[in-house]
């Protein structure tokens, strides 16, 4: 059983048959490596789960430490890290939304013994209007609204997670570079126009493996 992942759509919906015949040949992820995105968005876990800045912020200085050299360049790197940590904390208090999970499996079959969509979900809150709010982690701004991905798992977490209606989950990121959130609750259509084509995406996928 082959796995399409979640940030793989866009390139795969760009030449279906080109990643299929890559899919094949591939043999497995290989692990994560280590980034500074990465710890800080380990970093952001570790607020969320335990609600502690000062404790988030040793655990990304830590990870600093013991995954780069100590030069002026990764210095000045953690401090703009530590100050986006900060902004984030402060962008989900002003925003009031409530912390339910993080690192979400997503799990969907595209076809039978053939293809499965996997992925995480990095953040999932409760927002204000009692509704879920699903955001991503970028580095920098990107073109989101009209990827794939996001009303997927619009989608599944409404209907195959928490059981509400579509209109009650919202998706969207946090930009690190703007260090805002951005969500958009899209519609019943546009929901089903992507489930579409994602299905359509994933046989094209399946035909070539």
């Given at each position: 059983?082959?796995?399409?992942?979640?940030?793989?759509?866009?390139?795969?919906?760009?030449?279906?048959?080109?990643?299929?015949?890559q899919?094949?040949?591939?043999?497995?992820?290989?692990?994560?490596?280590?980034?500074?995105?990465?710890?800080?968005?380990?970093?952001?876990?570790?607020?969320?789960?335990?609600?502690?800045?000062?404790e988030?912020?040793?655990?990304?200085?830590?990870?600093?430490?013991?995954?780069?050299?100590?030069?002026?360049?990764?210095?000045?790197?953690?401090?703009?890290?530590?100050q986006?940590?900060?902004?984030?904390?402060?962008?989900?208090?002003r925003?009031?939304?409530?912390?339910?999970?993080?690192?979400?499996?997503?799990?969907?079959?595209?076809?039978?013994?053939?293809?499965?969509?996997?992925?995480?979900?990095?953040?999932?809150?409760?927002?204000s209007?009692?509704?879920?709010?699903?955001?991503?982690?970028?580095?920098?701004?990107?073109?989101?609204?009209?990827?794939?991905?996001?009303?997927?798992?619009?989608?599944y977490?409404?209907?195959?997670?928490?059981?509400?209606?579509?209109?009650?989950v919202?998706?969207?990121?946090?930009?690190?570079?703007?260090r805002?959130?951005?969500?958009?609750?899209?519609?019943?259509?546009?929901?089903?126009?992507?489930?579409?084509?994602?299905?359509?995406?994933?046989?094209?996928?399946?035909?070539?493996?």
């Open positions: 059983m082959k796995k399409l992942r979640l940030p793989q759509l866009e390139t795969a919906r760009k030449d279906p048959v080109s990643f299929a015949r899919l094949s040949l591939d043999a497995g992820a290989s692990g994560f490596g280590h980034s500074k995105f990465m710890d800080w968005q380990r970093a952001a876990f570790k607020y969320l789960d335990s609600k502690d800045l000062i988030a912020r040793q655990h990304l200085e830590l990870s600093f430490r013991a995954h780069f050299k100590v030069d002026r360049r990764n210095v000045l790197d953690l401090e703009r890290y530590v986006i940590l900060e902004e984030f904390t402060r962008e989900q208090r925003k009031r939304l409530v912390f339910v999970e993080s690192r979400k499996n997503v799990d969907f079959p595209l076809v039978k013994e053939k293809l499965r969509l996997t992925g995480q979900v990095p953040t999932i809150f409760m927002n209007s009692s509704g879920y709010s699903i955001y991503f982690m970028t580095k920098s701004s990107i073109e989101w609204q009209n990827e794939l991905r996001f009303p997927f798992v619009q989608y977490f409404s209907k195959k997670v928490y059981g509400v209606d579509i209109k009650d919202e998706v969207g990121i946090f930009n690190l570079e703007t805002g959130f951005e969500e958009k609750s899209y519609s019943n259509y546009a929901v089903n126009k992507a489930l579409s084509e994602i299905r359509g995406l994933g046989r094209s996928i399946a035909d070539n493996l």
